[in-house]
């Protein structure tokens, strides 16, 4: 299906990062009594993930902008901006960033997998961005889609050791949907052996609302992707993560409104969304506190 909007308009419209979009549409348990002093113990331990590695770890970035003519999905002007925001951003926050560019599912999953087998245990987290079409609970490689689990799935703690009760940090841009959001006016410790749930220490931070469309500008890159480099370099020295995405909800909500030539989708507004299964809180190395 094709994305809405690119080549239709001149520079600086905004489409949405949908794979399967049709203009034609547009027209017409139980509880365990842990002892007291294990408690207390908890209780003393630092919330902070821990930072001090000779490394804060590598940054995955796929980028995915021409599909395969069988797909009948367009190009997705503007991402390799976001692809060089997003390099660009990591690298000045210490991580080591690959980019990938235009792979297939199974590409995507055998340079996940590959990664995932690497040696992590020198690095404080690990990053990965995802730009391409999407849909609810599924991502686009060139050639077909895939659910996201099957590509997060590498990093779990039983298949990837060396990131056990790490960061992992995933940033999604891809539309999740086929509804548009229309806006509403407003008024202005000590080591020991634990175990931990193998889903735990996961971020996936989302463009936009589940069955929503994102937004991306063909000349300035995706909202969501603007917003969040904008706010990681501007406040990873003075805020923790989840703070920073919480700015970084503020300005794609604040700032963005689409401008499109297509009947029904201009002036419309997005809002990303946050799912954090993370255990501790997350500060840039270089943080300084107030």
Known sequence: MAELGDG????????????????????????????????????????????????????V???????????????????????ANASATFSKLGYKTKVYNDLTVTQMKQVLSDVSKEDHSH??????????????????????????EKLTVYFKGNNCRSLVGKPKLFFIQACRGSELDGGIEMDCVKQQTEKIPV??????????????????????????????????????????LMQIMTRVNYMVTRYFESNSNIAGFDGKKQIPC???????????????KP
Not at 124 to 146: K, P, R
Not at 211 to 220: P, S
Request: aromatic share 12%; hydrophobic share 35%.
């Open 123 to 148: 690095s404080a987290s690990f990053v990965c961005v995802l730009l391409s079409h999407g849909d609810e609970g599924v991502i686009y490689g060139t050639d077909d889609s895939e659910k996201l």
């Open 274 to 288: 946050i799912v954090s299964m993370l255990t501790k809180d997350f500060y840039f190395p270089g943080y300084v």
């Open 61 to 83: 970035i796929i980028n995915n902008k021409n599909f395969h003519k069988n797909t009948q999905m367009k190009e997705r002007n503007g991402t390799d901006l976001d692809a």
């Open 8 to 59: 239709d308009k001149p520079s600086g419209e905004d489409v949405i990062d949908a794979a399967g979009f049709k203009q034609s549409k547009i027209i017409a348990s139980t509880s365990i009594n842990k002892p007291a002093e294990k408690t207390k113990a908890a209780c003393s331990e630092s919330y902070q993930y821990k930072m001090d590695y000779s490394c804060i770890g590598t940054c």
């Open 199 to 240: 889903e735990a220490d996961f971020l996936y931070a989302y463009s936009t609302a589940p069955g929503y469309y994102a937004w991306r500008n063909v000349t300035n890159g995706s909202w969501f992707m603007q917003s969040l480099c904008d706010m990681l370099l501007r406040h990873s020295k003075h805020l923790e």
